[in-house]
């Protein structure tokens, strides 16, 4: 029973080493590449891609670019220029999603988004109100088509005016008309205004000197405001539909619609973070694959060489003894969208992870080497020939060992995550230090009062 429990946590020691490896391996990359904030781009654009949108954005963004080109704005720098288009790239190639949207590249131009940028590709987190209040003034300033047809409230309205007038402008009939009073004939009538302009109601703006459709008023509730921009935008459009299932007709007031509008974004944030967790998963299993076919960390040439290894195996619980003591680090990709990397500590972490893993005695280097015996000799003698006797003995060398039981079982528990065997490690050896607990001890009769100690 001790022999297995020591190959057991000897196993689980080299699970855990490796486990840590892959995770700081992926959160430096993921800190370089500035993953996390190319998957928040990438999770903006399937909020807000919308075709039947682009025409009207792409037209506003090249009226505000006219514009800026007559102020004395400084140009872009070349080499931010390359790495905005290389994340771009990255983004809409190398990550499955919707189209470039231009609604969601004129949000991340917004100030309040801009603000938030760490880095050559964009913010790694975004508050729901600094998003909420970006779209807003967003779509504010884009051109959308006005139509000039009434809305049903105010056809309905001007209908019944309408009538109202014709019926007080008819002629009376001659039968029923009342003779005049001599005042009355006396007194001149006043001039008749033809086509006077209504005055208009308070509050209301007055329209451009040139005609055309007038401007919001200052007086406008934010909600009005809000609910005629989402009528203003094209019937067709997938993203006018969802802003009015949200901003619907039981919104009281402004703060009702942010309060959903911010709900909105949260549920499509949590959306975000499960597809983050489920790529950095993909990137650190396969990262485990790799360690385990460079290491050669064959899990059952391990559990062989430490039942035969008395010294090795007592070696090795004494590492895992210590390695226990110290929680490892949390992942940033365990977390929310709101943490970001550290490189420079995943680095620390990665380095003694594979200083420890290295010094465990258990013949764990890097490094690749062909195998003795090999199939198919004429097939790899004509590659030989072609690639060079270094390369294909590499080549060799990675297809046995990805071809091994004993990797892929190590690269499939490596993959589970630090935490998992760092709890697994700490219970076995608990349970190795315990061992049985002492039987209660009795003294012998007579010898003093019938109390039972423990030795």
């Given at each position: 029973?001790?022999?297995?429990?020591?190959?057991?946590?000897?196993?689980?020691?080299?699970?855990?080493?490796?486990?840590?490896?892959?995770?700081?391996?992926?959160?430096?990359?993921?800190?370089?590449?500035?993953?996390?904030?190319?998957?928040?781009?990438?999770?903006?654009?399937?909020?807000?891609?919308?075709?039947?949108?682009?025409?009207?954005v792409l037209r506003s963004l090249a009226a505000a670019r006219d514009a800026a080109a007559h102020g004395a704005a400084p140009s872009e720098p070349i080499a931010t220029r390359v790495l905005r288009r290389a994340a771009d790239l990255v983004r809409v190639r190398l990550m499955p999603g919707p189209h470039p949207s231009p609604l969601a590249d004129a949000l991340r131009q917004h100030p309040l988004i801009k603000d938030l940028k760490y880095g050559w590709v964009g913010p790694s987190y975004i508050p729901s109100h600094a998003f909420v209040a970006a779209l807003i003034d967003t779509l504010r300033h884009i051109d959308w088509?006005?139509?000039?047809?009434?809305?049903?409230?105010?056809?309905?309205?001007?209908?019944?005016?309408?009538?109202?007038?014709?019926?007080?402008?008819?002629?009376?009939?001659?039968?029923?008309?009342?003779?005049?009073?001599?005042e009355s004939a006396a007194e001149p009538s006043p001039p008749a205004i033809a086509d006077a302009p209504a005055p208009p109601?308070?509050?209301?703006?007055?329209?451009?000197?040139?005609?055309?459709?007038?401007?919001?008023?200052?007086?406008?509730?934010?909600?009005?405001?809000?609910?005629?921009?989402?009528?203003?935008?094209?019937?067709?459009?997938?993203?006018?539909?969802?802003?009015a299932t949200i901003v619907d007709s039981t919104v009281r007031d402004m703060r009702e619609a942010n309060i959903r509008l911010e709900?909105?974004?949260?549920?499509?944030?949590?959306?975000?973070?499960?597809?983050?967790?489920?790529?950095?998963?993909?990137?650190?299993?396969?990262?485990a694959l790799v360690?385990?076919?460079?290491?050669?960390?064959?899990?059952?040439?391990?559990?062989?060489?430490?039942?035969?290894?008395?010294?090795?195996?007592?070696?090795?619980?004494?590492?895992?003894?210590?390695?226990?003591?110290?929680?490892?680090?949390?992942?940033?990709?365990?977390?929310?969208?709101?943490?970001?990397?550290?490189?420079?500590?995943?680095?620390?972490?990665?380095?003694?992870?594979?200083?420890?893993?290295t010094g465990l005695d258990l013949k764990i280097a890097w490094g690749v080497q062909a195998p003795e015996q090999t199939s198919a000799p004429r097939l790899w003698s004509a590659?030989?020939?072609?690639?060079?006797q270094a390369i294909v003995a590499w080549i060799r060398g990675v297809l046995d060992r990805l071809l091994s039981p004993g990797i892929l079982i190590t690269a499939a528990a490596a993959s589970l995550g630090a935490p998992f065997w760092f709890d697994l490690l700490n219970k076995l050896v608990n349970l190795r230090t315990v061992g049985k607990s002492p039987e209660p001890y009795e003294p012998p009769k007579g010898a003093g009062p019938d109390t039972s100690v423990n030795r």
């Open positions: 029973m001790g022999t297995t429990l020591d190959i057991a946590i000897g196993l689980v020691s080299v699970f855990f080493l490796l486990s840590v490896l892959s995770s700081a391996i992926y959160e430096a990359l993921a800190g370089v590449f500035r993953l996390r904030a190319l998957n928040l781009a990438q999770s903006i654009e399937i909020m807000l891609a919308d075709r039947a949108l682009d025409p009207h088509p006005r139509s000039d047809a009434p809305s049903p409230p105010q056809a309905v309205a001007a209908a019944s005016l309408a009538q109202a007038g014709a019926a007080a402008s008819a002629p009376a009939p001659a039968g029923d008309a009342a003779p005049a009073s001599p109601p308070a509050g209301a703006a007055a329209a451009p000197p040139g005609g055309g459709a007038a401007l919001p008023s200052c007086d406008e509730a934010p909600l009005d405001e809000l609910k005629g921009i989402i009528e203003r935008m094209p019937r067709e459009s997938d993203l006018r539909r969802a802003l709900r909105w974004f949260n549920d499509a944030m949590d959306r975000a973070a499960g597809r983050y967790k489920r790529r950095a998963q993909l990137i650190i299993s396969a990262t360690l385990c076919i460079g290491f050669n960390a064959d899990s059952i040439k391990l559990a062989g060489a430490l039942s035969r290894d008395a010294v090795v195996r007592a070696h090795l619980i004494a590492a895992a003894q210590e390695m226990a003591k110290t929680a490892p680090r949390a992942a940033p990709h365990e977390g929310g969208l709101d943490q970001d990397e550290d490189v420079m500590a995943a680095l620390a972490q990665g380095g003694s992870a594979h200083g420890k893993l590659l030989s020939a072609i690639l060079g």
